[in-house]
C-alpha cells in the first residue's frame, strides 16, 4: 500500500523557503507566555489587512454610502468574515507545510496551469499597485495641489523607500504598517466623531436585508465591496510572511503558531472592518443624509466633506487618510510581488529590480489616463482596477481551499467537515458573484 507523503515531506521538495531573506527571523519565546507569544506573531494580521483598505474599497464604500446609506454595512460585515476564513487557511498552509501559495500551485499543477496562474496573479498585483498608485496621486493632489501627472512620477521614488525599510530587518515593515494604520485609524475616528452618526440605523444596517438583492444597483455595488475587500494577492502574502517567525517546525509548535497567528490575523481584520465600515458610515451620515446620494468617487467626496461637517481638517484627514492607505499598500504589495515571481518561477530578482518592474506596469496606465482624461479617468481607472482584481480572486481562493483540504498535503492539520464545506461555501458564492459582475460588465450595462 502506497504510504501517504506528510506535510513534512512535502516542504522537503522545496530547495527555497518563502522569502527566504526574512524567513524564520523573527523570535518566539520559548517559554510559556500567552502575550509574549502573542506579541511575537502580531505584525503579519496588519500587513494583510492593509489590502483590506486600500484606496479601492474607498470607491466603493463612498459609493454605497452615499446611495443607499447603512445598508450595504451587512455586506462589508459578511465580507470581512469571508476574508477572516480565507486569510486563515493563507496561513495554516505556510504554516504547515512552510509554502506560500504560489510554491504549492508551481509543485501540485503541471508547468503551463503554473505559468497561466502566475500571470493572472501578476495582472492582479499590477492592478492593485494602479490601484495604489491612484490614490496616492489623488491625495497628493488633495493635501498639497500637486497636478495629477506630477503625482504619478513621484509615486515611482516610493521603491528607495520600501527597499531601505526592507534592508532593516521584517519587524521595521511591520512597525511602519502599524504607524500607517493608526493614522488612518486617527483620521476617521475624527471624521465619524464630526459627522456625528446614527446609532440605530448602523446597528440596523449589518443586518442583512433581501433590498439588497432586489435593487440592482445596490446588488451591484455589493459585489464591488465583496471584490475590493477580498484581496487575492493577500492570500499569496500571508501564507509566506507567517513564515518569518521563528516557531518550532513541530507538530505542536504548528498549532500554537496557527493558534496565535489565527488571532493576529482576526484581529487585524476586525480592525479592517472597522476602517471599512467607517468609510461607509461618514458618506451615508454626510453625503446620503444630505441628498447628495450620487457621490461615488473620491474627489467629489472629499470636496463636500468640509462644507458638511463644518470644518477645514475634514478634508485634511479625509486626505491624509488616503496617502497612508496608498502608501501602506504599496509596502504590501511589494512583498506580494516578489512572494509570487519567486514562488510561481522559482526566480529570485533583486527587490528593487522586482519593485521596478511592478510599478512601471501599473504607471504607464496611469500616466496616459491622467493626461488624456483628468482625475475622471483616473477615477474610472481605479475602479476597473477594482474588477480585474475581484475577477482573479476565484483563481487564488480555489487552489488554497483545495490543498488545505487534502490530507495528503496537510496530514493532521487539514480541514475539518465543518470548515471544509464553509471554505468551500464562501469560494462558490465568490466564483459565482464573480462570474455575474464579469458578464455584466463585458456586456456595458455598468
Known amino acids: 500500500m502506497k504510504k501517504k507523503k506528510s506535510s513534512i515531506g512535502w516542504r522537503n521538495e522545496n530547495k527555497h523557503p518563502s522569502l527566504s531573506e526574512v524567513f524564520s527571523s523573527v523570535s518566539v519565546p520559548k517559554q510559556k507566555g500567552i502575550w509574549k507569544k502573542l506579541f511575537a506573531f502580531t505584525g503579519p494580521g496588519l500587513l494583510i489587512a492593509v489590502g483590506y483598505m486600500d484606496p479601492g474599497n474607498w470607491a466603493t464604500d463612498i459609493a454605497g454610502g452615499a446611495k443607499f446609506g447603512y445598508m450595504l454595512l451587512s455586506v462589508i460585515f459578511i465580507s470581512n468574515f469571508f476574508a477572516i476564513i480565507l486569510q486563515h487557511l493563507a496561513l495554516k498552509l505556510g504554516i504547515v507545510c512552510e509554502r506560500d501559495l504560489a510554491q504549492a500551485c508551481r509543485d ?15 495582472i492582479a498585483i499590477s492592478a492593485c499597485d494602479l490601484a495604489e498608485i491612484i490614490g496616492s496621486v489623488l491625495a497628493l493632489k488633495l493635501l498639497f495641489g500637486i497636478p495629477i501627472t506630477w503625482g504619478v512620477l513621484i ?7 520600501i527597499l531601505f525599510f526592507q534592508s532593516k530587518g521584517f519587524r521595521y ?10 493614522t488612518i485609524l486617527v483620521c476617521f475616528s475624527f471624521e465619524i466623531i464630526s459627522s456625528k452618526p446614527e446609532i440605530f440605523p448602523i446597528l440596523k444596517g449589518i443586518i442583512p436585508t433581501p433590498e439588497i438583492m432586489k435593487n440592482s444597483h445596490s446588488f451591484y455595488i455589493s459585489i464591488g465591496i465583496l471584490g475590493a475587500t477580498v484581496m487575492p494577492h493577500n492570500l499569496y502574502l500571508h501564507s509566506s510572511i507567517i513564515q518569518t517567525r521563528d516557531y518550532p517546525r513541530t507538530i505542536e509548535g504548528k498549532k500554537m503558531a496557527i493558534k496565535y497567528a489565527t488571532i493576529d490575523s482576526t484581529l487585524s481584520l476586525s480592525l479592517a472592518f472597522f476602517i471599512n465600515a467607517a468609510i461607509l458610515i461618514l458618506s451615508a451620515s454626510t453625503f446620503h443624509k444630505a441628498g447628495h446620494t450620487e457621490v461615488a468617487d473620491i474627489m467629489d467626496a472629499h470636496k463636500l466633506l468640509t462644507p458638511i461637517l463644518g470644518s477645514s481638517l475634514a478634508g485634511v484627514f479625509f486626505a491624509l487618510a488616503l496617502l497612508a492607505s496608498g502608501q501602506n499598500s504599496t509596502l504590501t504589495g511589494t512583498l506580494s510581488g516578489q512572494i509570487v515571481m519567486e514562488g510561481f518561477l522559482n526566480l529570485k530578482l533583486k527587490p528593487w529590480i522586482r519593485r521596478l518592474i511592478t510599478r512601471l506596469i501599473a504607471i504607464v496606465p496611469a500616466m496616459i489616463v491622467s493626461i488624456f482624461y483628468g482625475e475622471k479617468g483616473t477615477t474610472e481607472l481605479l475602479i476597473i482596477s477594482q474588477i480585474i482584481l475581484s475577477v482573479q480572486l476565484s483563481f487564488a481562493i480555489v487552489p488554497l481551499v483545495n490543498f488545505t ?11 475539518g467537515p465543518i470548515l471544509k464545506i464553509s471554505a468551500w461555501f464562501i469560494t462558490i458564492i465568490i466564483v459565482l458573484l464573480n462570474l455575474f459582475l464579469l458578464y455584466d460588465t463585458l456586456l456595458g450595462r455598468r
Open 108 to 122: 501540485h499543477y503541471p508547468p503551463f496551469i503554473s505559468f497561466i496562474l502566475w500571470i493572472l496573479c501578476e
Open 155 to 161: 509615486t515611482a521614488i516610493d521603491v528607495f523607500i
Open 173 to 182: 515593515i511591520e512597525s511602519v504598517v502599524a504607524a500607517l494604520i493608526f
Open 405 to 415: 483540504g487534502d490530507y495528503e498535503k496537510m496530514g493532521p492539520f487539514v480541514n
